[in-house]
């Protein structure tokens, strides 16, 4: 097993912030299923046996970083008052923009803010503002969008009912028009 594949695996499932498929951790290294398994059990295992925070979870032929059980309570507690508490300008940034380009990828948001939104698209999911379902074109990617409840709550119809929406989705169609051309690949 390479010498740094146990960091590159954990680097990678904290960038990603959900559940990632073996198959896909194994093509980003140049591995094999097999070596990635080795590897998650030796990070399940380091995870364990110190004292941190994280644990890591192996269910149905996906990964993912998660919290120790034993801080559930600390944990809903922190998710209470954040679910209490007024949104950040971080999150609003993230909603708006998942209101103009949704349905849209974590990446595309990413992009456009400049920073690793995974967290941010987290709360906004748990405050039932935005979902996530599973991109059809790319296996283990999500495509995020506002919710119904979140456009009730502003008083709109549909994302077309925006200010200047067709102005912003046309911009965003002409950037991803660009970007999937066969010379940008």
């Known amino acids: 097993m390479p010498s740094n594949l146990k960091a590159a695996i ?16 194994a093509q980003i290294n ?3 299923e097999e070596t990635v398994n080795k590897a998650l059990e030796e990070i399940k295992s ?9 644990s890591l979870m192996v269910y149905d032929g996906e990964a993912v970083l998660t919290t120790k059980p034993e801080l559930a309570s600390l944990l809903q507690n922190v998710i209470k008052e ?3 508490s007024e949104l950040t300008p971080a999150s609003l940034e993230t909603l708006t923009i998942a209101s103009y380009l949704g349905p849209c990828s974590r990446a595309e948001i ?5 920073v690793n939104s995974a967290i941010i698209l987290r709360s906004l999911s748990v405050r039932g503002l935005v979902t996530r379902k599973p991109d059809p074109e790319r296996s283990n990617s999500y495509l995020y969008q506002v919710t119904g409840d979140f456009l009730r709550h502003i008083g709109l119809g549909s994302p077309e009912d925006l200010p200047e929406y067709s102005k ?9 028009e660009i970007n999937e051309a066969p ?3």
């Open 30 to 32: 140049q591995t094999d």
């Open 168 to 176: 912003y989705h046309e911009l965003i169609k002409k950037l991803r």
């Open 183 to 185: 010379e940008n690949k």
């Open 82 to 84: 954040e679910m209490d």
């Open 110 to 114: 990413d992009y456009v803010r400049g």
């Open 10 to 25: 954990e680097a990678l499932l904290f960038v990603y912030g959900e559940p990632v498929k073996i198959k896909k951790l």
């Open 46 to 54: 380091s995870l364990q046996a110190q004292e941190g925070g994280l």
